[in-house]
């Protein structure tokens, strides 16, 4: 029997424009204010009053966020000196990682990405560590004693399963302390993110996933990577509650995380928080977006600026004056720099250095490496 032509796949149904096109409407209708929690609208006004959090906590969460912004600003001019290397800015994205990492306490773990450096300020990283760490120098790659903050993880989605190993350990061990991991929403197309939240799920893991959604995985806008409009059902195939929120609100981003927070410490098992926000920066420093992106793929993001927006908030409402604000802002100021000094003072890494902390035990391999860079070094 002589086959039949299978019929051709009209182009329209394909992936071209027109369905391109169609996907992006989509996930832009989903991306409204009303989809997701919010505490106080991009003008500052409050939304849910009956949410706030107390007025030390509102300053708390405005300072860390100054904090990390003026890292990112500093980070930008330290790179055009070459005093920095590259790194991924973040600036923007403020209030999905000082909101989050806020509610844990010291004895909780942190798991950040690449683009995380608020979150592990916030959660304590010495500014001169994380100076080190984008200069590529080892005492970047160092945490200090106590510190439960993993260095910056380059590879997609691999923290995500290691989180769920140490929120294990702790439940093992009877504390109550918890694991919190950062992804973006590219890692969410990742294998180890679907892996981590079923695990997690199934073990009742003390974790708390945060979903960074900034609309962009590099030059893939997140509606051309996936069908899928809102990230946070993705807990619902896992069977653990997911949490849509204005990841541009500091106060949403807390309140939602504080809650996830308690209810893994209390024996409830994981959340998956999607922190729904924008990259109006670069992929990185030595990035050009331009190349990919227009002007109309990120109107309106800054106005829904996440520190203009708290800060608005504390002055309508009196919590903070412009005199206490330059106050603040001097003084965040000095530290970077005091910081910027000592992290100038490191000395610099040996070449060898680079394998010395791959493993607890070098493999011979490693050995053998080492000496052939020793030798290399010598010559
Ligand atoms: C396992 C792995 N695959 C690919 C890369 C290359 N890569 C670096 S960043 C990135 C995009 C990640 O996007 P997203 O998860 O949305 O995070 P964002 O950069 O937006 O914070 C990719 C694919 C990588 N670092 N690791
Ligand atoms: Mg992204």
Not at 192 to 216: K, R, S, T
Request: proline letters at 8%; charged letters at 20%; a negative charge.
């Amino acid at each position: 029997m002589p086959r039949s032509r299978p019929t051709p796949i009209p182009a329209e149904s394909a992936d071209t424009d027109s369905a391109f096109q169609a996907a992006k409407a989509t996930y832009d209708a989903g991306q409204q204010a009303g989809n997701m929690l919010q505490l106080i609208a991009p003008d500052g006004a409050v939304v849910r009053p009956e949410l706030l959090p107390e007025p030390e906590t509102r300053l708390h969460l405005y300072r860390q966020m100054r904090r990390a912004r003026h890292f990112d600003e500093r980070g930008w001019v330290l790179y055009r000196q070459g005093r920095m290397g590259v790194f991924p800015p973040f600036g923007g994205m403020e209030a999905s990682q000082v909101g989050t990492a806020a509610a844990l306490t010291a004895d909780d773990w942190l798991f950040p990405t690449y683009r995380d450096t608020g979150a592990a300020l916030t959660l304590g990283l010495p500014i001169a560590r994380a100076i080190a760490y984008w200069r590529t120098s080892p005492h970047g790659w160092h945490m200090p004693e106590n510190l439960k903050v993993l260095p910056f993880y380059i590879p997609i989605a691999t923290q995500y399963p290691q989180a769920v190993g140490a929120a294990l350990a702790e439940q093992k061990q009877g504390t109550r302390n918890i694991a919190m991991a950062f992804i973006g929403d590219g890692g969410s197309s990742e294998g180890d993110f679907h892996e981590a939240l079923n695990f997690a799920g199934a073990l009742n893991a003390p974790c708390v996933f945060i979903l960074q959604n900034n609309g962009w995985a590099i030059s893939v806008p997140t509606h051309s990577q996936t069908r899928a409009t809102d990230l946070s059902r993705r807990a619902e195939g896992y069977g653990i509650p997911g949490v849509r929120v204005d990841g541009n609100d500091a106060l949403a981003t807390y309140h939602v995380t504080r809650e996830a927070v308690e209810r893994a410490r209390s024996g409830g098992g994981p959340t998956l928080i999607e922190t729904v926000t924008y990259r109006v920066k670069p992929h990185t420093v030595a990035d050009d977006p331009s190349r990919y992106r227009t002007d109309a793929d990120s109107a309106g993001w800054d106005a829904k600026d996440p520190v203009l927006r708290l800060r608005t908030h504390l002055l309508q409402g009196g919590l903070m004056g412009e005199a206490d604000e330059a106050a603040l802002l001097a003084e965040i100021a000095v530290e970077f720099e005091a910081a910027l000094t000592e992290a100038d003072g490191y000395p610099d890494p040996r070449p060898e250095e680079i394998l010395d902390h791959v493993f607890a035990e070098p493999t011979p391999q490693l050995r053998q490496q080492r000496e052939q860079i020793l030798a290399e070094v010598e010559a």
